[in-house]
């Protein structure tokens, strides 16, 4: 396989190293970035580059255009532009929604949203020139069923889904496919704030017994990103028959 380029955004932890590391295997260059935990990044670049690929990492909040805006410019100067992006980055927040503030809201929005908006906005116009590309957003199952006490995570991640399945319609034409996977309960940090007796009685619900991990999550967008060449607008639920 000739080298492709995949950018991966929140690739610090959880599912974005996993996706990262999943390409490198698969012998992707890999662009990986994360808001703030350079030191976890920084490792994540090594393992990458530990399956003999170049690693390009860029710190900085996607959810502002301007640093979407530098980190497509590095990319493009190290490797050229991606041929595959994957929109994982993504924060949460719990709590009532009479008790969030305003500047609560922007953020969520903004980092699980916005982010998705400005890296498609930045890689669509190459892909379009090479009539080909692939692009897979992260989101959730709270994004089709909305959850209680996450508001603005399930509005964002709906926004998400719906942006999904309109983007793939007018990026279809020039050959490229925009898909998502809608997780349920993955064991990533982002479920650490549950108790033990939460996280037994999440996992009673979910038919297959057990917290999805990481790695299925990216190897399904690996699947997406490689395979699947007719699929294209879909939010596919991975979510052990949970929802």
């Known amino acids: 396989m000739s080298k492709k380029t995949v950018l991966v955004t929140g690739a610090s932890r959880g599912i974005g190293k996993a996706v990262a590391l999943k390409f490198a295997q698969k012998g992707y260059r890999v662009a990986i970035n994360c808001v703030s935990r350079r030191d976890d990044l920084m490792q994540v670049k090594k393992e990458v580059e530990s399956y003999q690929t170049e690693c ?3 710190v900085g909040d996607v959810g502002v255009y301007d640093n979407c805006r530098e980190m497509f410019d590095l990319v493009k100067k190290q490797f050229g532009s991606p ?32 982010s998705v ?19 897979i957003n992260v989101s959730s199952v709270w994004g089709t069923t909305g ?3 996450e508001t ?3 509005a964002a991640k709906g ?14 034409p020039s050959g490229i496919q925009v898909n998502a996977v809608a997780c349920g ?27 999805g991990k990481a790695s299925e999550v ?26």
């Open 83 to 114: 041929d595959v992006l994957v929109n994982n980055a993504g924060i949460s927040y719990i709590g009532l929604f009479q008790d969030m503030t305003p500047e609560d809201w922007d953020r969520v929005i903004r980092v699980n949203l916005d």
């Open 185 to 211: 309960a993955i064991d990533t940090e982002m479920n650490s704030f549950m108790s033990d007796e939460e996280l037994i009685s999440l996992i009673d619900e979910i038919p297959m017994n057990r917290l």
């Open 218 to 243: 990216a190897d399904l967008v690996y699947h997406l990103a490689y395979k699947a060449g007719y699929l294209t607008g879909q939010v596919i639920t991975l979510d052990g028959g949970w929802i």
């Open 56 to 58: 390009l990492a860029y």
């Open 147 to 149: 959850a209680s006490c």
């Open 117 to 135: 908006f400005y890296c498609c906005k930045l890689a669509l116009p190459d892909m379009i020139s090479r009539k080909s590309g692939r692009i």
């Open 159 to 172: 926004g998400v889904n719906a942006l999904t399945r309109a983007l793939a319609k007018e990026a279809a």
């Open 152 to 154: 603005a995570y399930s």
